[in-house]
Nanobody
Framework: QVQLVESGGGLVQPGGSLRLSCVAS????????INWYRQVPGKERELVAA????????IYADSVKGRFTISRDNAKNTVYLQMNSLKAEDTAVYYC????????WGQGTLVTVSS
């Protein structure tokens, strides 16, 4: 099947770090740009970060710029989101999405930032 599977979410204190992973299968991962979105409780879904197919270019939402880093390892069919200096406002369900001929969403992983 064509799928993305996120992992790495959990409970972390403010100022802490997490690394999310998104593993792809069933399609040619290296041909797709990958986006990370988050759904903040009670708010609209927002784009957090995106990376091009080769991994040489990335964009970030202003709210996470300087704290989050997106990267990918095409040999492992995996994209990562390193999240540092986490804030309570980062609490959300995080989803990865493959952009291309196919549109593929992961199931989401919950990140909770709380003391």
């Amino acid at each position: 099947q064509v799928q993305l599977v996120e992992s790495g979410g959990g409970l972390v204190q403010p100022g802490g770090s997490l690394r999310l992973s998104c593993v792809a299968s069933g399609f040619t991962f290296s041909r797709y740009a990958i986006n990370w979105y988050r759904q903040v409780p009670g708010k609209e879904r927002e784009l957090v970060a995106a990376i091009n197919s080769a991994g040489g270019s990335a964009i970030y939402a202003d709210s996470v710029k300087g704290r989050f880093t997106i990267s990918r390892d095409n040999a492992k069919n995996t994209v990562y989101l390193q999240m540092n200096s986490l804030k309570a406002e980062d609490t959300a369900v995080y989803y990865c999405k493959a952009d291309g001929y196919l549109e593929v969403w992961g199931q989401g992983t919950l990140v909770t930032v709380s003391s």
